[in-house]
């Protein structure tokens, strides 16, 4: 039997997983920081895309798989290094994951009222980490730097009327602060062209389809250079394309006086944060691009711009974070690997591999991680199979007892069942698909006591 530890139970765990159970003879131990599984498809995925977290029904069928075993609440390289799952287990797929933003690098970043968008994402998603953060919504002007979409996610959520997130899953605390925000004006900033941007043409189309919201667009934006035209008309650029036409429908709105407007900018890059004691707003410099298509870079002209705002989110990528014991390529954030098995300078390092954002860096959707997770996985099965005798490995046998010596409390995927039950029975009173349990001890309250929901 081929014993494998899965370290992250986002979508590539789960895909990993289940392209390693299609094989008879493996058995897969998924390990998650946190007792309950699935990743940024809960923690992530934006409240009002319920449609997008239908992925995790297919996950709980691989959870039924034979050979399948969840261990929720263990943090691998602090509750249990490397080295000791390696004694237990034959492989270890690290899929933890990219479990931090990349900041600006810019004076004023630590201001308050200055934030990453990871931060809010996970505070109205209601993961335990971001619990007790207070993001001051009486503020009217925000501004988010980044055009992709997540961005365009913050940007939604803040832009809505709080009855359009009442029937969603959103944190019961977000919807509390959200329903006395007094945010008006929400800026998006990116610093590239149209063609550029990194949203998806069904997240911008959305944009323009927040009631009581308007869209404020200068057409200027929309007069391309030659090589943006160029990107815009090659195959490649489709996606682009989409968004020019949305882009130009939206220019072409009549004024409104919506209650709530959001700014689209272009050509600009944030330069410092200003503010006395908190965030007060942001110096911008206008850019100009130069480069091939498809090799355009932004460079600042000099000319600079001020921007008052109480808030400001960053919204410029997440970034992996090291687990002692795996080497980590720092400058990308990501376990230096090839296709998926983890090097030490050229030499693959036996017995460990990764799939998902920590093998390839925070990009793609949650189906991308299909196709990756199945070529790690292609590569340890075949791997494994050109061994003549494979050691014996005890795998949860030996984990689980460390743990428990350890005074972990763990949860498997029955608890994660009856937390799950619990959260949409929570959810059924509030007219909510589910209510969350927001603290790692009431999630432990839900299997243990019923009357904790
Ligand atoms: C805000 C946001 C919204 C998104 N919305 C969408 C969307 O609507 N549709 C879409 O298709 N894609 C969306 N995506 C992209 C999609 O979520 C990712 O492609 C996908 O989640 C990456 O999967 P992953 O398994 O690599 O990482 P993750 O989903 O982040 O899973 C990593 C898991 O590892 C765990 N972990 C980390 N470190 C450890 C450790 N040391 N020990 C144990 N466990 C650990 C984490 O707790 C987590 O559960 C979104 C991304 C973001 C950031
Ligand atoms: N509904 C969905 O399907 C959905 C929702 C959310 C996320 N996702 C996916 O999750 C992945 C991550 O999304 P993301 O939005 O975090 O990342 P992203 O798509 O890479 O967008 C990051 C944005 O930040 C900008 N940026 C980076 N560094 C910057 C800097 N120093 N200054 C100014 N701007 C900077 C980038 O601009 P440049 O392009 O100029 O570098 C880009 O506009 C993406 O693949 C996304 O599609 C999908």
Not at 55 to 84: Q, W
Not at 97 to 123: C, N
Not at 336 to 354: E, F, M
Request: with cysteine; net charge neutral; aromatic share 8%.
């Amino acid at each position: 039997m081929l014993r494998v530890a899965i370290v992250g139970s986002g979508p590539s765990g789960f895909y990993a997983a289940e392209a390693l159970l299609k094989s008879s003879s493996v058995e897969v131990d998924m390990l998650e920081r946190l007792p309950v599984p699935y990743g940024l498809v809960r923690y992530g995925v934006a409240p009002d895309h319920p449609k997008l977290k239908l992925p995790a029904m297919a996950y709980a069928r691989t959870a039924a798989m034979p050979g399948f075993r969840f261990v929720g609440g263990v943090t691998v390289g602090r509750d249990v290094s490397v080295s000791e799952l390696q004694d237990a287990y034959h492989a270890v797929v690290f899929c933890a994951g990219a479990e931090t933003d990349r900041e600006l690098g810019i004076p004023g970043e630590e201001l308050p009222g200055s934030y990453a968008a990871t931060e809010l994402v996970g505070w109205y998603n209601g993961h335990p980490d971001y619990l007790q953060r207070n993001f001051d919504l009486t503020q009217e002007r925000v501004v988010i730097v980044g055009h992709g979409n997540v961005a365009a996610d913050v940007c939604r959520i803040l832009a809505k009327p709080v009855d359009a997130l009442r029937q969603t899953d959103i944190a019961k605390h977000a919807l509390k602060t959200l329903s006395a925000s007094r945010v008006r004006e929400i800026y998006l900033i990116g610093r590239h062209r149209p063609v550029q941007a990194k949203f998806t043409d069904k997240e911008l189309r959305e944009l323009g389809e927040i009631p009581q919201a308007s869209i404020s667009l200068d057409p200027g934006y929309l007069e391309l250079n030659p090589s943006s035209t160029a990107e815009a008309e090659d195959p490649r650029g489709q996606v682009a394309a989409w968004n020019m036409m949305l882009l130009r429908e939206f220019a072409a709105r009549a004024a409104s006086t919506a209650q709530r407007r959001i700014h689209l900018r272009f050509l600009e890059s944030p330069v410092a944060l200003y503010g006395e004691d908190r965030l007060e707003g942001v110096i911008l410099e206008r850019n100009r691009l130069e480069g091939p298509p498809f090799g355009q870079r932004a460079h600042g002209s000099g000319d600079t711009l001020r921007l008052d705002c109480g808030l400001l989110f960053r919204s410029v990528g997440y970034k992996g974070v090291p687990i002692p014991g795996v080497p980590f390529d720092t400058p990308h954030g990501i376990i230096p690997n090839q296709q998926g098995r983890v090097i030490q300078g050229k030499s693959p390092l036996a017995g460990l591999y990764c799939a998902g954002w920590i093998k390839r860096g925070p990009s793609g959707i949650i189906g991308t991680n299909r196709a990756d997770a199945v070529e790690t996985a292609t590569h340890l099965l075949s791997d494994f199979a050109e061994r003549d005798c494979l050691p014996s490995k005890a795998g949860a046998s030996t984990l689980l007892p460390l743990l428990s010596d350890r005074g972990l409390r763990c949860t498997d995927f029955q608890d994660w069942l009856k937390i799950d039950a619990a959260e949409i029975a929570r959810g059924a009173a509030a007219g909510k698909p589910r209510e969350k349990f927001v603290r790692v001890q009431d999630m432990f309250g839900a299997i243990s006591d019923r009357a904790a929901v």
